[in-house]
């Protein structure tokens, strides 16, 4: 079963929609060669505590940190410590909150100061392709237009989709069902309805999509090394289209 939001509880995502849109938009302004992950870490929960919410990641099965932070190869899940950000990484941060009993995620990828044309390019496609995903996220579709909107982009610019991660329902739960592959078949899934809460992410590799776990257990790395791409939204099925939860409030792009 896929379950269907009220409108009290869409007013309560929204809410906290806005308290992740706000955290990574001050973490732009951060993120900068020299600083450690940890803080960002520190930063982020301090920002999602003084607005009245919890971070959802911290202790859900045994995840250590406030958000996960995740630098070049790797794709999701990286924990913050004391690794040092250098001029030319690219950054992904995954941030998630509950409040109120309710979930919204949200992630980005940023540049650490000047970056190379390859990681520019790979950062634009893997926003891109997640807004070409929102556009197909409409009542009535099925959900495998949503993952080949976002396999169609990905791999038409040479790129792949990182395989091993998939998109998902969220809301009194940080995952629910329905899973959202960012690959599939044409003309296959469940069908969207009105009331549908989904968080879409795509991860994009700009070399294969094999995928490795480290000794820490958590951070996933791509087995080739190859840098990643990590966007993600939390968005609302309505009937006049895909409402995101989680939008960006600067409106600026991170590449």
């Not at 995954?94 to 309710?102: A, I, P």
Request: with cysteine; charged share 25%.
């Amino acid at each position: 079963m896929i379950p269907l939001k009220s409108e009290r509880e869409l007013t309560i995502m929204k809410k906290g929609g806005r308290i992740v849109a706000l955290v990574l938009d001050e973490l732009y302004g951060i993120i900068k060669p020299g600083i450690k992950t940890v803080e960002l870490d520190r930063l982020s929960e301090k920002y999602i505590k003084e607005c009245g919410a919890r971070p959802a990641f911290k202790e859900y099965r045994g995840f250590p940190a406030n958000i996960c932070v995740s630098v070049n190869e790797e794709i999701v899940h990286g924990i913050p410590g004391n690794r040092i950000l250098a001029e030319g990484d690219i950054i992904s941060v995954d941030v998630g909150v509950e409040l109120e009993g309710y979930f919204t995620d949200s992630a980005r990828t940023y540049a650490v100061g000047k970056i190379d044309d390859g990681s520019k390019k790979l950062m634009c496609v893997t926003e891109v392709s997640l807004e070409k995903a929102l556009e197909q996220s409409r009542a009535g579709n099925r959900l495998s237009a949503i993952s080949c909107a976002i396999q169609d982009h990905v791999e038409n610019n040479g790129f792949s989709i990182i395989r091993a991660f998939v998109g998902h329902g969220i809301g009194s739960q940080l995952h629910e069902a329905p899973e959202v592959p960012n690959f599939g078949t044409r003309n296959s899934g469940v069908r969207l309805e009105s009331g549908m809460v989904l968080a879409i992410e795509p991860m994009v590799s700009a070399g294969k999509y094999k995928v490795e776990i480290l000794k820490d257990g958590w951070t996933a790395v791509t087995a080739d090394r190859s840098r990643v791409a990590h966007y993600e939204h939390t968005i609302a099925i309505t009937d006049d289209g895909p409402e995101v939860l989680t939008l960006c409030q600067k409106k600026k792009r991170y590449w």
